[in-house]
């Protein structure tokens, strides 16, 4: 697509139940990475993906948050066991390596998780 | 990557100038000064990015000074949609697809 699209735009689940989210990056791009952003604060970093590597999950900040990337296009972030801390714009972004210093990253605009 | 000071907020008038300073003074000669922005309830946005000459683009031009410490940002026209909170990164030239660490940023708000 032209851009990167991330599903769904806004979320609301209960407590203690599981989320996925899912971003659609920009096709041919082999890097994705996942944001977090919380109200009135900055953008922390969570997980990247470069092609075939080891994604990089040093951001992820505890052990009921994974991200998967299949066939090197779509990832899901999954939140086991939500909790109202969890709640958040979570940003996913793209780009091509051999691109990254004319175009930078492209991010998506977000899904909104609340979780209540 | 080396650590960015940014002002918290700055205010620019419509139609004006905006200068947005960022402080890099630990930069080493293989980092690049990047810079994005986000508008409220969207994703952060490339603006542009540079290594030690000036640079410019559609959107803004940067100013890097001669000893790479410091660096700005210069929208040259503010419009009302310009108001964003911008983002002074510093990136090691050959990380081309590592994390981009944001910081706070700048609050730029232009008012009529």
């Known amino acids: 697509g032209a851009g990167v699209s991330q599903s769904p735009s806004n979320k609301v689940t209960e407590k203690g139940k599981d989320v996925e989210l899912r971003c659609d990056p920009i096709s041919g791009h082999t890097a994705l990475y996942w944001y977090r952003q919380s109200l009135g604060q900055g953008l922390e970093f969570l997980i990247y993906?470069?092609?075939?590597?080891?994604?990089?999950k040093s951001g992820l900040p505890s052990d009921r948050f994974s991200a998967e990337r299949t066939g090197g296009s779509v990832s899901t972030l999954t939140i086991q066991r939500t909790q109202q801390e969890d709640s958040a714009v979570y940003l996913c972004a793209s780009s091509s390596l051999t691109n990254t210093h004319i175009y930078g990253y492209t991010f998506g605009s977000g899904t909104r998780l609340t979780v209540v | 990557d080396a650590k960015t000071t940014q002002p918290p907020s700055m205010d620019c008038a419509e139609g004006r100038a905006a200068n947005l300073p960022c402080n890099h003074s630990?930069?080493?000669?293989?980092?690049?000064v990047y810079w994005y922005r986000q508008i409220h309830s969207q994703g952060p946005q490339y603006i542009i990015h540079?290594?030690?000459n000036n640079e410019t683009n559609e959107m803004a031009s940067l100013i890097i000074t001669e000893d790479r410490k410091s660096s700005t940002l210069i929208l040259p026209h503010a419009t009302l949609r310009d108001t964003a909170v911008y983002y002074c990164i510093v990136r090691f030239i050959y990380n081309q697809g590592g994390k981009l660490i944001f910081g706070q940023g700048t609050e730029l708000s232009v008012k009529p």
């Open positions: 993906f470069q092609g075939n590597s080891a994604p990089d």
């Open positions: 540079g290594l030690k």
């Open positions: 630990t930069i080493s000669g293989n980092e690049y």
